[in-house]
């Protein structure tokens, strides 16, 4: 079992939805989880953080995590075509190894 | 700020030569570098993790001999792929992060395509 696993997608939805992106991880020390955004061919960047459980919003953009059921959620509201990206769930497992989902490709349609 | 770079972008090399991808921090100092593999839609891979003036620690199944990793200043690590093979055709990229800093605050660099003819 991977220790954090993300549906690959491809994700496509119309300009304007709200889109749900969901990860599930195993090791319940994980106590970060960070949500990266990368661009074809360039590297990730950094979309947001939390720490343990709870929600955290920053414009349009809201990570979720439930450490009960290990799952950790991100959501975009009013999504533009420039959110288009692949989207990759993360978490350390030590103080500077980060495990990273397999990423959800998503696809905004004008 | 915060920003990673890495040179070059793209390579294509010959099966049996090396290639040197460097990767630098631009406006801080960085104690630890750290070097990614990802295949085409996947995940990154962490390969190697270095720390200024000292060996890297290499993740297993990565051939320390294959991917020499020399992290000589504050502000450049080096990631040497030797005899390279087609198999070794990948995304390659770093991070950096400072000294006491937490995991997310690594800053990760736009990645360099290697592709082995």
């Known amino acids: 079992q991977k220790e954090v696993e993300q549906d690959p997608g491809p994700l496509s939805v119309p300009e304007g939805a709200i889109v749900s992106l969901n990860c599930t991880y195993s090791?319940?020390?994980?106590?970060?989880f960070m949500w990266y955004r990368q661009y074809s061919r360039k590297g990730p960047e950094l979309l947001m953080y939390?720490?343990?459980?709870g929600n955290k919003e920053d414009g349009r953009f809201t990570a979720q995590v439930d450490k009960s059921s290990k799952y950790i959620s991100l959501f975009i509201r009013d999504s533009q075509p420039s959110d288009s990206a692949t989207y990759l769930c993360a978490s350390p497992s030590s103080a500077s190894k980060i495990i990273f989902g397999s990423g959800t490709r998503l696809s905004i349609r004008p | 700020g915060a920003v990673v770079s890495q040179h070059p972008s793209r390579v294509i090399c010959k099966s049996g030569t090396s290639v040197k991808i460097e990767c630098r921090s631009l406006d801080f100092q960085a104690t630890t570098m750290f070097w990614y593999r990802q295949f085409p839609k996947q995940s990154l891979m962490l390969m190697a993790t270095s720390n200024e003036g000292s060996k890297a620690t290499y993740e297993q199944g990565v051939e320390k001999d294959k991917f020499l990793i020399n992290h000589a200043s504050l502000t450049l690590s080096t990631l040497t792929v030797t005899s390279a093979h087609p198999e070794d055709s990948s995304f390659y990229i770093c991070?950096?992060?400072?000294?006491?800093?937490?995991?997310?605050?690594?800053?990760f660099g736009p990645g360099t395509r290697l592709t082995v003819t």
């Open positions: 991070s950096a992060s400072v000294t006491g800093g937490e995991a997310y605050e690594q800053y």
């Open positions: 090791n319940s020390a994980f106590q970060y």
């Open positions: 939390t720490y343990s459980s």
